[in-house]
């Protein structure tokens, strides 16, 4: 009967513990940024919204923090309505065929700046793993990392003269 009561005891604790560690994403606030050149003269800032997945950070136990989420790539928005049909398509971000970016975390850790993940990032089909810097302040999650397009099979047809070749990108992650 102890080991019945010990092992209720532990699974009431072990659920409650996810529980109070989930956070709810406000897709309202959530943004990925990104900025890249175009044509080497100007640079194009856009962004994509649509943030949905898990999110559970815990400062007090960062180690048993983990994030599954995912964007939806059809947001795309860099304020040019043609630019943006054309990143939607094939030649880019093939959207109806590859409809989110999604990132899920393997490990998180403590840093002398803040914390980092490390974890699969999946664009266009293709999964690599990516290390990102954040801070987690006012329950906002604020990461940055540099992509190169070409990892990721985006625009290879485009070479580097019209699209630069690497993205800075900002990930804003606000959680109740």
Request: overall charge negative.
């Amino acid at each position: 009967m102890k080991f019945i009561k010990s092992l209720i005891l532990i699974v009431f604790i072990s659920a409650t513990t996810s529980f109070v560690n989930a956070q709810t994403i406000n897709t309202d606030k959530s943004e990925v940024k990104f900025k890249i050149s175009g044509g080497g003269i100007f640079t194009v800032k856009g962004t994509f919204t649509g943030m949905k997945g898990d999110f559970n950070f815990n400062a007090s136990d960062v180690s048993g923090s983990s994030f599954d989420i995912c964007i939806d790539s059809k947001t795309i928005n860099t304020k040019n309505d043609k630019r943006d049909e054309h990143l939607r398509s094939a030649d880019f971000f093939d959207v109806e065929k590859y409809e989110t970016i999604c990132y899920k975390s393997n490990t998180v850790t403590k840093t002398s700046d803040g914390y980092k993940t490390t974890g699969d990032l999946t664009i266009h089909g293709v999964t690599k793993t990516v290390t990102i810097p954040f801070t987690f302040k006012n329950n906002t999650f604020e990461g940055e990392l540099e992509i190169n397009r070409f990892d990721y099979n985006i625009g290879e047809d485009y070479g580097t003269f019209r699209v630069g070749e690497t993205a800075e990108v900002t990930i804003i992650c606000k959680v109740n």
